[in-house]
Structure formats: C-alpha cells, structure tokens
Nanobody, 121 residues
Framework: VQLVESGGGLVQAGGSLRLSCAAS????????IGWFRQAPGKEREGVAC????????YKSDSVKGRFTISSDKVQNTAYLQMNNLNPEDTAVYSC???????????????WGQGTQVTVSS
C-alpha cells in the first residue's frame, strides 16, 4: 500500500496550491481519502475527506469556501485544491485512506509521508 503526496511548496498569502495524493496497493474506489495537516507544535487537524464509494465530501470549518477535495477513480488519485491561502494554513499536509468520511485520524488505515505547505505573509 502506498500513498504519495505532491504539490506542496511555498506560496504567498492569497495564493493557491493543488495537492495530489497518488494511491496504489489497495482498491481505491472502496476507500475514503482524507487530508490532514499538522503545523509545528500543534496537533494534527483533519481538513477534508471524500468517500470514493458515494462521493460524499466533508470539510472542516477552517477551510470551507477555500479548499476543494476531489478524486479521480481512474487515476487512483485524490486532490486538494487550496485557494486564498493564509499563513495559518502552513503545515505538513498528509493524505490517508480509511472507511468513513470523518476527520478523525484513528479512522484512517493508510497514510502518506506528507508534503510541506508554507504560506508567507
């Protein structure tokens, strides 16, 4: 099983980034993909999730209206489009595969290594 994130980087406040999560080694269409982030000195925070079974999505209040989660079940890849970024969004972003579209880490079975997102003011 492998989840590989890409697309992180340094961006100015107000800018955009698109993160990708390439999955392999499991039946992608059966799983929920979640995006989580962890800033230095802070606990891991659930950002958004999408169920590949029924296309249900959910986002945390902190990113609603700015972030969009999507999934390509042919390419076995999930995406997190992040717009209007601000310095508080700076963190390591990780994707994970689990069963329910909830933003609790314990509900996810497989994890990627993460990609750094840094937003400058």
């Amino acid at each position: 099983v492998q989840l590989v994130e890409s697309g992180g980087g340094l961006v100015q406040a107000g800018g955009s980034l698109r993160l990708s999560c390439a999955a392999s080694g499991f039946t992608f269409s059966d799983y929920t993909i979640g995006w989580f982030r962890q800033a230095p000195g802070k606990e891991r925070e659930g950002v958004a999730c999408i169920s590949n079974r029924d296309d249900i999505t959910y986002k945390s209040d902190s990113v609603k209206g700015r972030f969009t989660i999507s999934s390509d079940k042919v390419q076995n890849t999930a995406y997190l489009q992040m717009n209007n970024l601000n310095p508080e969004d700076t963190a390591v972003y990780s994707c994970a595969a689990g069963w329910g579209c909830v933003l609790r880490s314990v509900d996810y079975e497989y994890w990627g290594q993460g990609t750094q997102v840094t937003v400058s003011s």
